[in-house]
């Protein structure tokens, strides 16, 4: 299971690293092709180039999202996509995890007000 989540943590840092946001990160967006067990990420439709730090916190906060809503208790496991993200984004990972705290807040009042 490790294994699969730093996949995940690594490919989606693959994407941010040239500026690509997916815009719908959800592991039904992800597929693991049987020969290799590489991770394959799909559904690029809402995806679109920017270099904004916003719109790649906002991309992790989506999938973020998704794993509470389908995975119980995914705190962990969430945490272990972190942390490969962290280990291929290098020095951008605090601006990142920076700006991905600031939009959890903001999620969490959206949620408080309604």
């Not at 693959?14 to 092709?33: A, E, F, P, Q, V």
């Not at 590489?38 to 999938?63: N, Q």
């Not at 951008?92 to 999620?107: E, H, N, P, T, Y």
Request: proline fraction near 2%.
């Amino acid at each position: 299971m490790e294994m699969l989540l730093e996949k995940i943590g690594v490919e989606i840092a693959k994407l941010h690293l040239i500026d690509i946001i997916h815009g719908d990160l959800t592991t039904s967006n992800m597929m693991i092709r049987a020969s290799n067990n590489d991770l394959i990420l799909i559904d690029f439709g809402l995806a679109y180039h920017s270099t904004l730090i916003e719109d790649k916190a906002v991309d992790l906060y989506v999938l973020e999202r998704a794993f509470a809503s389908t995975h119980p208790d995914s705190e962990p496991l969430f945490a272990s996509v972190l942390d490969a993200y962290a280990n291929c984004t290098g020095k951008d990972w605090d601006q990142i995890k920076k700006r991905l705290d600031d939009v959890r807040l903001r999620g969490r009042k959206r949620s408080m007000v309604g």
